[in-house]
Nanobody, 123 residues
Framework: QVRLQEAGGGLVQAGDSMSLSCTASSGTFSPYGASWWRQVPAKEREFVGTIDWGNGGTWYADFAWGRFKISRDKVGGILYLQFNNPQPDDTAVYYC????????????????WGQGTQVTVSS
């Protein structure tokens, strides 16, 4: 059973650089595709963006275009989320997720989730 783990969360000031990573707890993370989600208390988990692991193609939620950049290291099995000019409303728990097949990826039916990492952006 692949378990994902996020790293890099914490407290950051608005406008500072920030990035998260996601790896597998054992073995190498090698999904068909992977995504980042976020959640704030009392709200549903929100899609941030996604990446096709093979060709590196990315897609983002409307609010995320230009504000986030998703990338991956295929060899190392690492998923990244880079924040561009983070703002207080980006404060949330951020989760990574992986899908093992195209069908699951395009239907957002993920096989594996991380436990989440808290990101707090202060003004």
């Amino acid at each position: 059973q692949v378990r994902l783990q996020e790293a890099g969360g914490g407290l950051v000031q608005a406008g500072d650089s920030m990035s998260l990573s996601c790896t597998a707890s054992s073995g190498t993370f090698s999904p068909y595709g992977a995504s980042w989600w976020r959640q704030v208390p009392a709200k549903e988990r929100e899609f941030v963006g996604t990446i096709d692991w093979g060709n590196g193609g990315t897609w983002y939620a409307d609010f995320a275009w230009g504000r986030f950049k998703i990338s991956r290291d295929k060899v190392g099995g690492i998923l990244y989320l880079q924040f561009n000019n983070p703002q207080p409303d980006d404060t949330a728990v951020y989760y990574c997720a992986g899908a093992s097949s195209a069908e699951k990826y395009y239907s957002r039916q993920y096989d594996h989730w991380g436990q989440g990492t808290q990101v707090t952006v202060s003004s």
